[in-house]
């Protein structure tokens, strides 16, 4: 899904709607049969002070709330079609204390697969032995058969130390995919250089 930066959203709002105030279900209707996000953006413009305000105590650091804000609202356009939305200011608050829930166990999941992939990947970078230089040479080899997006998330990650948002900052990959280049990317060179020791 396309990005939507905090000015599109703001922009929203000077599109005129009639009528001039109408209620939740009323936008919320208008946006389900149209598609005309112009109503979504209105009506998620009334909760942005609460959104951002549970993104903050949750996150604890405004400029992450902020992204959180954009991101609930791409998840809006989207959930507002799949769910039968009662009363829309509770769903709404529950949804983004989803989002920020998910967002806080994803960071613990990351620092955790990090801090094991580093372990267990120096004894490959580091190698104990006095053959140092052979190992260092079988890795570069190894690293050479990778495919591109793993030698390249792999090389940022422990070579020059970049965190996984530095990662998809500088190759636009996903998040996902950086995890997913990472590990694939490790246990290919494991298996390599454990050809190489045979």
């Not at 209105?42 to 002070?49: G, N, Q, T, V």
């Not at 989207?78 to 009363?87: F, M, P, R, S, T």
């Not at 769903?91 to 992939?117: F, G, H, P």
Request: hydrophobic fraction near 35%; include cysteine; charged fraction near 30%.
């Amino acid at each position: 899904m396309k990005k939507i930066t905090l000015q599109q959203l703001m922009s929203l709002r000077h599109k005129p709607i009639k009528p001039d105030n109408p209620d939740d279900d009323e936008l919320l209707d208008n946006y389900r049969q149209s598609g005309d996000i112009t109503f979504l953006g209105k009506l998620f413009e009334r909760y942005m002070p609460l959104i951002y305000g549970v993104c903050l105590k949750y996150l604890k650091d405004e400029e992450t709330a902020k992204d959180a804000v954009m991101s609930v609202f791409e998840e809006l356009i989207v959930k507002v079609k799949q769910h039968e939305v009662k009363q829309f200011r509770g769903w709404l608050y529950v949804l983004t204390r989803n989002y920020c829930l998910m967002q806080l166990r994803s960071d613990k999941k990351m620092e955790t697969i990090a801090l094991d992939d580093v372990m267990e990947f120096t004894t490959f970078l580091h190698p104990e032995d006095n053959n140092k230089e052979a190992a260092l040479t079988a890795l570069e080899r190894c690293m050479q058969k990778l495919p591109v997006t793993q030698k390249e998330s792999i090389n940022l990650f422990y070579l020059q130390e970049k965190c996984y948002k530095e990662i998809t900052d500088i190759t636009g990959f996903t998040l996902n995919e950086v995890k997913s280049y990472i590990q694939n990317g490790k246990r290919n060179l494991k298996i390599c250089l454990d050809k190489n020791n045979d």
